[in-house]
């Protein structure tokens, strides 16, 4: 059969990305795998950082970036119980998600959320379980905390805020331009620019708070953390800026990432996380168990929020609208 | 009036240590104060190190230590309400729990627990404010955690294992002997020594640690740590050997009390706390947040075990009990 793909063949600018097609032989599937006809894929900014050469859990080039999926099944393995062939799905995959068909254990398949389309669905995977897992099993935050979401108009932000705000928390959602503003306080929470943020001393006492960027800003929010608060770092997008590949900025961010002396701690009464949601994916217990908890999708009415659906062909322009920092929400590929 | 208090005058072995007796000025109380004569003053391991001179949160020399008392309320300002004389209570205080009278105001005050006797009250401030916001605050705990406490025959360790027991956790305690295992398995927890927890890797998986030792057993144990999971350090009690006085040995543990990179910790997938459970006495909102819970001391029927009360007279050998290793559970001094 003929599959479509989007390979990594060289580090680079957004424009070296493009649609390969090949024939895969139709071998058997596995006996606990489901095959899905894909009809979106999740972008990340991961996903930019490996384009760039900047990721270092990437495997060598070439290589087919991309760790979420949503689409149809159209073949199972022997031993699937759980999928039939017409189900609607999503998938998370440890790479390989920017294809128009996918193989996967079962295990990392979902069914659909019932309030979910399918669009929306491939915006869940990473998100969801970053988001999860930093708000509930890392900060395991609770009613009457008050937390901090950074990046709150990214795809994490976006169901990090609504998820915090269904837990009972008072939420305040930062973002760097005062026209995504009204966004973040459509989700519930209070917005502020990150500008109006660091002015602001008078927002602190945070009991959680979600940290994208890395480098100096996660020591800059740490000192706004309250008396046993906790700061869950989940990236460090700092070293991108208008999707151009520099070493020079990455290696700056890292350094300025802070060390942490546990010796610090103990006066400040604080914790700090460090969380890759794409290594959750590895993990079978945890897949299992986070597939469990996609039943919150429909129980908090969460809408993962689809910001722009790009064909395939025009991978290069999803990729950029991401790193230029235009998207509010996720972007998608459709094939 | 004569008043009977314990000062440090110079640092050194605990033979330095005995009581001083003087006459203190009758003074007014302030309109919210209330004076306690006390009967049981604790002694915590911080206070080994505060004669030793390694504790750099103390007052200048002379100062007397001590964090938390038990007694009768024997005088009240004008404007407390909450306490008569004749009043059974426990306080917490920053500096100044050895003495016979003590005045502080009445926030730090707590009516002594229905359940707890006059000499338990004195072992549950710094033990239970610790161990609750290490577990509840800080780790929030829960039904089906992997739990580790480090010194579960300590005073805090003691009150962690009970907490964390009654929160449904599984819980492994560790000792450094084997004949405290017993003590431990009473408790409700699987009993280790810390050479069999480290010479066993499947002792591993944990979603919280409760580490008192500090030095390299931080970065030891935090291998166990699972996905998401947190340790919480409150202390560098690995700096003090049989109660002599090493910088070179406080140097050294801090030295080797790791320095983690934020970035480290991401591909690990976990978060590390510092707890100065003193510093909480500091906090007029915290102290007031959790007196609250001290109501959970009756609805979980905890015990604070008081392992051995001495006279003030003997509070040389008091800090030697403690400093030698020998306490299970809280050592007092009683007046």
Redesign the interface.
Known sequence: MQVQDIPILRYGEANRLSVRTRDEDNAELGPNDVRIAVKYSGINFADVQMRLGQYY?APPRPFVPGYEVSGVVDAVGSEVERYSIGDEVVAGTYFGGYTSTLVVPAQQVFPLPASTSLAEGAALPVNFFTAY?ALF??G?V?EGDRVLIECATGGVGTLAVQMARYAGAEVIGLTTSPDKKAYIEALGARAMTLDEFYADESAANFDFILNAS?GRD?KKQMNRLG??G?I??IG?NASVRDGKKSTLRLLWT?LR????????????????????GL??LQ?PV?VERLTGKLALIDEMGLRPHVDKIFPAADVAEAHRFLETKQARGKVLIGW
Not at 257 to 276: C, D, E, H, Q, S
């Open positions: 859990d897992c099993e890392m395991r609770r890395g996660v008396l046993c906790r869950v770092c460090i890292a990432t802070p060390i942490i002396p546990v010796l610090a701690l103990f006066n400040k009464n604080r914790g700090v996380f460090g969380f890759n290594t959750v993990d945890w």
